[in-house]
Antibody, heavy 122, light 107 residues
Framework: EVHLVESGGGLVQPGGSLRLSCSASGLTLNSYAIYWVRQAPGKGLEHVSA????????NYADSVRDRFYISRDNSLNTVYLQMSSLRGEDTAVYYC???????????????WGKGTTVTVSS | EIVMTQSPATLSVSPGERATLSCRASQTVSSNLAWYQKKPGQAPRLLISGASTRATGIPARFSGSGSGTEFTLTISSLQSEDFAVYYC?????????FGGGTKVEIK
């Protein structure tokens, strides 16, 4: 069975940084795209970032571009989201999600992690 | 980007009754439409992909239909564990956009 486990969330001051990690078990991650999706309190689901299975292609929501950076280490079966210049509006539960295929723009999402909470507050 | 609109925002249904949820796309997404179920404190779960294909382990009471711009998720006989928020998402065009969700609550 496939499992994704996020870690690295927490409380951070505005302007600060955090690195989220997504570790996978039950599959080889390099065959699949990975997405980060967030849900702010009382809000719906929002794409944050995506990375192709090979790591050669990435994408970011306009709201996080130039502040967040997605990467992967397929040898560790792990994907990262480096978040910097954090703002109050980045407060959310961040989910790591596996795509159904290697390219992020063609496939739906089929396995979700349980999420990690990021709170940006002074 | 494609805007996904779900209706109603809240649906009050009695256990055992049928629930019909709608999702509309601002432009055609062909059949590249997925439905997810989200319960408080839990990860979203894939229910349907390709507008009508149930994911592994999803009960037959969940069915999806539609193509182009109009889609429907039907839960034929609501069970207690089905009360949740349901999201549609198109994956025909990048960025893959979500609808705002329909909350199915106990009547």
């Amino acid at each position: 069975e496939v499992h994704l486990v996020e870690s690295g969330g927490g409380l951070v001051q505005p302007g600060g940084s955090l690195r989220l990690s997504c570790s996978a078990s039950g599959l080889t991650l390099n065959s699949y795209a990975i997405y980060w999706v967030r849900q702010a309190p009382g809000k719906g689901l929002e794409h944050v970032s995506a990375i192709s299975g090979r790591g050669s292609d990435t994408n970011y929501a306009d709201s996080v571009r130039d502040r967040f950076y997605i990467s992967r280490d397929n040898s560790l079966n792990t994907v990262y989201l480096q978040m910097s210049s954090l703002r109050g509006e980045d407060t959310a539960v961040y989910y790591c999600v596996k795509g159904a295929g290697i390219d992020y723009y063609y496939y739906y999402m089929d396995v979700w992690g349980k999420g990690t909470t990021v709170t940006v507050s002074s | 980007e494609i805007v996904m609109t779900q209706s109603p925002a809240t649906l009050s249904v009695s256990p055992g009754e049928r629930a019909t949820l709608s999702c509309r796309a601002s432009q055609t997404v062909s059949s590249n439409l997925a439905w997810y179920q989200k319960k408080p404190g839990q990860a979203p779960r894939l229910l349907i992909s390709g507008a009508s294909t149930r994911a592994t382990g999803i009960p037959a009471r969940f069915s999806g239909s539609g193509s182009g711009t109009e889609f429907t998720l039907t839960i034929s006989s609501l069970q207690s564990e089905d009360f949740a928020v349901y999201y549609c998402q198109q994956y025909n065009n990048w960025p893959h956009t979500f609808g705002g969700g329909t909350k199915v609550e106990i009547k």
